[in-house]
């Protein structure tokens, strides 16, 4: 970020840039623009950051890392900001009961032991939490999803876990793909998934770098933190 204006400036205006695109984006692929909710992914960015951008319209933030999401959670909650909270990382079982606290949704969905444990820390809540399956287009496990008949597997027992809701399907575009060839997969898999399970209606995809592809291949959620908040250590 450039120039000498202050941090509300900056967020409202790499905030209107981000709505544009996506409302391009809709518009060029025929859908309304409220059909793609924006996840601004706030991770490694301080929770005043989060506090803005709700002041700003955000609904939505997505994080992933468990302590950090915590500790950000409840100091936006105490700031008054109204949020839905994304978990969009790499969940650990030890972690469920911690993000099962704070979080609204969880993306990242990749396995039968991770939808036991989520179950086991939603066991007392009062409203189910929505979990999204993260499908691994390429199916090289090591950044997290599931493939194959282990897609189908987690998606039927987490539709059939009273303590969670299945909300749809969760990618990353692999390194060295085409978003688009990405995303079409991604669609693919979903229609097979809402042909068994209608309210699964969510497909989350596209960051910074390839939102337009996404939505045109069905998109209703994007999370998007560099074009919104700024560049971060590369790693995160
Ligand atoms: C960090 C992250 C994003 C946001 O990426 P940007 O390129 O900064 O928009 C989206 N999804 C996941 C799973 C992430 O970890």
Request: charged share 20%; proline share 5%; hydrophobic share 45%.
């Amino acid at each position: 970020m450039t120039g000498t204006a202050g941090r509300p400036e900056q967020l409202a205006a790499s905030l209107a840039g981000v709505r544009e695109r996506i409302a391009r984006a809709c518009a060029s692929a025929g859908r309304p623009a409220e059909d793609v909710t924006l996840v601004a992914v706030t991770k490694t960015y301080p929770a005043s950051d989060v506090v803005l951008l709700a002041g700003l319209g955000v609904t939505d933030v997505g994080e992933n890392r468990d302590q950090e999401a915590a500790a950000k959670a409840a100091e936006a909650r105490a700031a008054g900001a109204k949020l839905r909270w994304h978990f969009i990382g790499q969940l650990q079982r030890n972690k469920a009961k911690s993000v099962a606290g704070y979080a609204d949704v969880v993306e990242s969905v990749d396995s039968l032991r991770l939808v036991a444990a989520l179950e086991r820390a939603c066991a007392d809540r009062a409203e189910p939490l929505e979990a999204l399956v993260q499908v691994s287009i390429d199916g090289d496990p090591s950044r997290g999803g599931a493939a194959g008949d282990d897609l189908w597997r987690i998606s039927d027992a987490v539709a059939a876990s009273p303590a969670l809701r299945l909300g749809g399907l969760m990618a990353v575009a692999p390194l060295g793909w085409p978003p688009d060839r990405a995303f079409e997969q991604l669609a693919a898999l979903h229609e097979r998934l809402v042909a068994a399970h209608p309210a699964a209606t969510a497909i989350s995809a596209g960051m910074s770098a390839d939102l337009e592809a996404a939505v045109r291949h069905g998109a209703t959620h994007v999370r998007i933190g560099s074009s919104l908040l700024g560049m971060r250590n590369p790693l995160r």
